[in-house]
């Protein structure tokens, strides 16, 4: 991105800098945001929680589109949107003022700064441009399907040699050049949808499509060994998915076949952790209800985005719960706890309002190939961010990824749909 800065500039092509300014930031954004959850940073000394940086970029970006937005990319909403995107931002904003001690923290201004910047660019532009410009969705897809594959492939030497990455808590698992071996498999959520996606597409091409199968195979095969329940279960419902889409006959087939599939083969990777892990989130549970008990305010307009982790902290350890983590393990919990009851209500009815129509969509009408890669992105990490919440963590890959293909869907509903059905 910094060379492309450099190009354009010195060759006096300031014109294509300036239109192309929010793609050259929004790619730097997830790149660093890759970057910020691999191992890197720690062998580097830098903090991994670090969101100053992609603050900063939204912030730019904030300003830059303040002033050059087209207007042809503004989007007509329906009385039931309208009324809770009001409410949204009217119990967001509320929430912010309650919990106005967050901007007085650099990591808490910049992390507000940061999601409001995320859910504004990647929702409400960037996803509706790339329906509008293949070349620009093709690079996103390619950008993702690359990371997956460069994980997967990093991940076999992970495997076979631990000591290449000395943060991997578990030794012989497929933590590739991620903090943990659950931070690897998170990746795979979007690469192999990706990857599937780039199959289809390149139907009758015979060496290509190898290449794709490889890649799939190299994925895969590390997503098992990382080892991650959730992660296995929720990247083999986003291909059987696909396949109900493109491949019905394979569906159904697959399907029959999957108690044996699982028996034979994945039974292995999903209960080797036993039930111990299973007892650590129901006390992180535990201590996200007393945290609610112990405030009404808090439970209604939560307790900060920056300051919850420390409250967490302090609970957790008062409680005396074991487990280390400073977080509940479920997206519907931590986001309450962050912005409060209110917003949150809000919030989730807005998501599933949107998910449930894509979905709606996917099953009973024909879409866009891209569409269904959305879809099948996007439902399943839901599904997964009920056990994992790193999904709401917007220094990580994960937030913006999410958000990106939540707004593809959200956008072919709303734009694009009359023009792909009738296809």
């Known amino acids: 991105m910094f060379l492309?800065?450099?190009?354009?500039?010195?060759?006096?092509?300031?014109?294509?800098?300036?239109?192309?300014?929010?793609?050259?930031?929004?790619?730097?954004?997830?790149?660093?945001?890759?970057?910020n959850f691999s191992y890197i940073p720690y062998s580097l000394g830098i903090d991994t929680g670090n969101v100053k940086i992609i603050g900063v970029f939204f912030f730019l970006l904030l300003i830059f589109h303040v002033y050059t937005e087209p207007k042809q990319f503004k989007v007509k909403y329906n009385r039931f949107e309208k009324l809770f995107f009001f409410f949204l931002i009217l119990f967001f904003t509320i929430s912010l003022i309650v919990n106005f001690k967050d901007f007085l923290n650099a990591d808490g201004l910049f992390k507000i700064i940061t999601i409001i910047g995320a859910a504004y660019f990647w929702i409400f532009f960037f996803s509706k441009r790339m329906l509008s410009s293949p070349r620009l969705m093709n690079f996103v897809i390619n950008f993702i399907f690359w990371v997956g594959l460069l994980s997967g492939l990093y991940g076999f030497f992970t495997i076979l040699y631990p000591q290449v990455n000395s943060l991997n808590p578990i030794p012989g698992t497929a933590v590739s050049f991620y903090q943990h071996p659950n931070a690897a498999a998170f990746i795979y959520n979007f690469s192999v949808p990706c990857a599937i996606y780039r199959l289809i597409k390149n139907k009758g091409k015979v060496f290509s499509s190898f290449l794709i199968i490889l890649s799939l195979f190299f994925m895969l095969v590390n997503l098992l060994f990382t080892y991650s329940r959730s992660g296995i279960v929720v990247v083999f419902l986003g291909i059987l998915m696909f396949l109900y889409f493109n491949y019905k006959k394979t569906f159904v087939f697959?399907?029959?076949?999957?108690?044996?599939?699982?028996?034979?083969?994945?039974?292995?990777?999903?209960?080797?952790?036993?039930?111990?892990?299973?007892?650590?989130?129901?006390?992180?549970?535990?201590?996200?209800?007393?945290?609610?008990?112990?405030?009404?305010?808090?439970?209604?307009?939560?307790?900060?985005t920056y300051s919850i982790t420390d409250i967490f902290d302090s609970f957790r350890q008062s409680l005396g719960i074991r487990d280390s983590h400073n977080y509940p393990h479920n997206f519907l919990i931590y986001f309450t706890l962050q912005f409060g009851l209110f917003t949150a209500i809000t919030f989730f009815i807005l998501l599933f309002y949107i998910i449930s129509r894509g979905v709606k969509s996917f099953f009973l009408k024909k879409n866009s190939l891209e569409f269904a890669l959305a879809v099948c992105i996007v439902v399943p990490t839901t599904l997964q961010a009920l056990m994992e919440d790193f999904v709401l963590f917007p220094e990580f890959y994960l937030f913006h990824f999410y958000l990106i293909f939540i707004g593809v869907i959200f956008h072919y509903i709303k734009v694009y749909k009359l023009n792909a059905v009738s296809n």
């Open 254 to 304: 697959i399907l029959l076949i999957l108690p044996i599939i699982y028996a034979t083969l994945i039974s292995g990777f999903t209960s080797s952790k036993g039930l111990l892990t299973l007892l650590g989130r129901y006390e992180l549970l535990y201590t996200s209800l007393e945290i609610f008990k112990s405030s009404k305010l808090g439970l209604y307009f939560g307790f900060g």
């Open 4 to 35: 492309s800065f450099v190009y354009l500039f010195t060759t006096n092509k300031v014109s294509e800098l300036i239109r192309n300014f929010d793609y050259f930031v929004g790619f730097g954004i997830l790149i660093f945001s890759v970057f």
